[in-house]
């Protein structure tokens, strides 16, 4: 076999076609199939004195500059996706180099699914996390987004006044001093009867929300990846707090514990989000999202190149008028910010000819401005779309 400790050169045969590179260069990426030793030696023709793969030959030079610029891969412009897919997996690059390669296409990567090896857990796995599996698993995907529903629902209906129980109405478990004040006490009985409904409402689903999180994490094959998913991370943040103040005693949290569990009240209203892990148009959005960071990016770019300046302008425009509400550079940011935005609230207005046509010329560079980060969304979006959904 190579001399591996000179760093060599290796001479690889793909369907009768032979490269030749360095182990120095293949030792770059040590977990993939050519970068390991112990992976390719099944490969190796001691006769000839060369690996050997029954592969497709224009994939490998691809694969071969992976290597060789230090992870920079392109799928051969007249190669259709699914043969070049299966050949970057037969290499075993690794599922970052797949996700990668998947954007750059314009596919959504969902990654191989890792089942448990116990047969009961692979099922209840199964079940809890792809809906495609079985009509059991379907239910429960359905039940599932039922209760993220009414989550966000009870949410958004405890705002509303005289019905939000804050955490615990008064002498129920765990009491937190929040007690009705004396025009809430006039309004006698009708009023605790719907404190104590949207406080049993909520009890429930954050119970239910706990014991899904529960059993999602004692049925993952991967307990880490499980636990630094984001989407299991709100999930967490959302029912963890208000499950200790739930099991404390009455009296025994103080007003900042309070207060602290009030800031992180806002989180349960982003499980709405866990809705595209059953959704394939909206994990479309999402990738069409981060497609367009760089874009968005020059976007915010120009965006405060505008507003600086403009803000100047007008600043300097207005200000010898006492009346003007542009008394410094940082205080015509808002007005610029809306003027380019086309939003156009009213509260301030230039006052002189010269100011009013000044922000004329900011509304037409906002509109312009505007377009271009929407021009780029669109096109990734309808590629996206095409590509994944149709």
């Not at 390669?101 to 809890?128: H, M, S, T």
């Not at 765990?174 to 309004?187: A, E, L, M």
């Not at 963890?240 to 806002?266: E, K, Q």
Request: charged residues 15%; contains cysteine.
């Amino acid at each position: 076999m190579e001399n591996e400790s000179c760093g060599g050169r290796v001479v690889i045969n793909i369907s009768g076609v032979i490269y030749e590179t360095r182990l120095t260069t293949l030792a770059r990426f040590p977990h993939t199939l050519l970068g390991s030793s112990e992976k390719r030696k099944q490969y190796y023709d001691s006769n000839s004195k060369q690996y050997f793969f029954n592969r497709n030959r224009q994939s490998f030079e691809a694969i071969l500059y992976y290597y060789q610029s230090q992870g920079r891969l392109s799928k051969p412009p007249d190669m259709p996706f699914d043969v070049f897919k299966k050949e970057v997996e037969f290499f075993q690059l690794g599922d970052e180099v797949l996700d990668k390669l998947f954007r750059k296409e314009g596919y959504v990567f969902d990654g191989p699914r890792r089942l448990p090896e116990n047969q009961f857990q692979k099922q209840v796995w199964e079940c809890l996390e792809y809906p495609d599996t079985s009509k059991m698993a379907n239910i429960l995907t359905v039940t599932s987004l039922t209760i993220i529903i009414a989550s966000v629902l009870l949410t958004i209906g405890m705002t509303v006044n005289n019905t939000n129980p804050s955490v615990i109405p008064e002498h129920s478990l765990g009491d937190y001093n929040f007690t009705p004040d004396n025009s809430q006490v006039s309004q006698g009985y009708m009023w605790y009867s719907n404190k104590q409904i949207w406080y049993t409402l909520e009890v429930v689903i954050n119970c239910l929300f706990a014991f899904e999180y529960l059993l999602r994490f004692g049925f993952s094959p991967d307990k880490w990846n499980f636990v630094k998913s984001p989407l299991n991370i709100v999930d967490l943040l959302a029912f963890l707090p208000y499950m200790v103040m739930l099991a404390l005693p009455a009296g025994s949290v103080n007003v900042s514990a309070v207060s602290a569990f009030h800031i992180l009240r806002i989180v349960r209203i982003f499980r709405i989000f866990k809705i595209s892990r059953y959704s394939r148009r909206l994990k479309v959005i999402g990738y069409c999202l981060l497609e367009s960071v760089q874009d968005l990016g020059l976007f915010m770019i120009c965006l405060v190149i505008i507003t600086i300046l403009a803000s100047s302008l007008l600043h300097y425009i207005e200000g010898e008028n006492m009346d003007s509400p542009f008394n410094s550079i940082p205080s015509t940011f808002w007005f610029i910010i809306q003027t380019i935005s086309t939003i156009g609230y009213g509260d301030e207005i230039p006052l002189t000819p010269l100011g009013k046509l000044a922000t004329c010329a900011v509304a037409v560079f906002g509109v312009i401005t505007l377009a271009l980060p929407v021009l780029s969304f669109v096109a990734h979006f309808n590629t996206l779309y095409c590509q994944n959904i149709d």
